[in-house]
């Protein structure tokens, strides 16, 4: 059995398969415009198994920005008709205020999809994004809510590893065609995962990868219906290509969220009714296997040690604990720049943000984390920072180094007419009306 399921050797036998998959998938005709995008998205989610995955209509409103300009090509005119017509286009310029960003947002009171054009993007990755943010338009009709994530310990060393050995035993289940052994890798994720979060229970990992996970299922589950197999082999290749990842606690759910659903899919139909109902996908797989928390995690024949050996991964889990370290010691050197030195604090008074969720998050205290960039954007005015914010835990404040000139600056601050920033403390600023 064991030769059945070593995910490694599998991933060192199939890595060139899979990455010719991807080129191959990658090479399909490219729209090269706004127009043609827009057509391209109406004529995917015409497919009535693409319309049936959660029984909605995801099309919508939706417009593309060009991140240099700021102008917006739109599918159609916004409810206070700022937009121009063009041909079968909406043109407009997206006012300072919003940050541009793929999301989904609201413009001129009504919910739209917004996505960033970019110069390399394949026709493939572009339309999976988009359907990505058109189901986080829809998300509140499904009864499943946005969040942030609060899963600060993937960033952790444990955390890291724990979540790593997780995709595993998902990706050994996606390769897996008896049932009985996909129930195992079932088993052995969720066993994994309860022991993660015993250790570190202040997470929101199972409603996170919901609001995420569920998004990039749906897009993920779209492309398969149009590409088959060359996307399944896709999508196996970048769960392989996330085990090199330093920082997850923002990503993780990209890539559990549409694994767990995939892997549904073959075994229990009708998991979706009942996410829509309330539970959580950690939740349905319990339901399928019928298990407690305690059934999996109280289980005498299986450990962390055993999980690893059966998955061939002793290298990679000392690989990975190297690497975690080596990030630790960088995000030492961050919480550094919070010490001592002269600091602006910005009220969160519906301010407006956008982060990569690529990037580290370093946890200071159990008061607030450090994101490395950050726009941010209210009646203030703007702020772009390229070099750590700390934000509160309650997300009332964002917290910037205060440099005092140009050299010393981390970020880039445009002030409403009106705002200024003013001295509260010895080392404490403030930006005041």
Known sequence: MKNNICVILVLLATIMLLHNCSNKINKHSKANNADQYIKDIQNILQNDSIKNIWGIDLYGPMMFINPDSRKVYANKQDK?????????????????????????????????????????????????????ELWHSKQ???????CMSK??????????????????????????TNKNNVKNHLENALFIRDKRQTIYP???????????????????????????????NTFLEKMLSILNEKSLSNSFAYTTGPAYGLILDEIYPSWRELVVSGQTLTDVVRTYLNRIPDSIINNNEKNIEN?????????????????????????????????????????NNNISFSFNPQEGIVQYGDSAVIYKTM??????????????????????????????????KSYTLDLTNGYQVIRIDNNKFRVAK
């Open 375 to 408: 726009r941010l954007s209210g009646d203030f005015g703007i702020i772009d920072v390229f070099d750590g914010v700390m934000v509160s835990n309650n997300w009332k404040y964002f917290i910037i180094p205060y440099g005092h000139s140009d050299k010393t």
């Open 202 to 232: 202040d997470n929101n990992e199972n409603v996170f990868e919901c609001h995420e996970g569920l998004a990039e299922y749906t897009a993920v589950k779209s492309m398969l219906y149009l590409y088959g197999n060359e996307y399944k």
């Open 80 to 132: 206070y008709y700022s937009f121009v017509k063009e041909k079968d286009l909406y043109t407009g310029y997206l006012p300072s205020e919003y940050n541009i960003a793929n999301t989904s947002f609201v413009y001129a009171d009504e919910v739209w999809t917004s996505v960033v054009l970019t110069k390399n993007a394949s026709p493939v990755d572009r339309n999976r994004l988009v359907v990505h």
């Open 151 to 176: 899963n600060y310990h993937l960033d952790d060393i444990e955390g890291c590893v724990l979540l790593k050995l997780e995709i595993l035993s998902l990706y050994a289940a996606l390769l897996e």
């Open 140 to 146: 509140n009709e499904l009864g499943i809510y946005p």
């Open 307 to 347: 999980i690893i050996n059966l998955y061939d991964a002793n290298e990679l889990v000392v690989q990975w604990r190297n690497e975690k370290q080596d990030m630790i010691n960088k995000a030492n050197k961050m919480k550094d720049k919070f010490i001592n030195n002269d600091l602006l604090y910005i009220s």
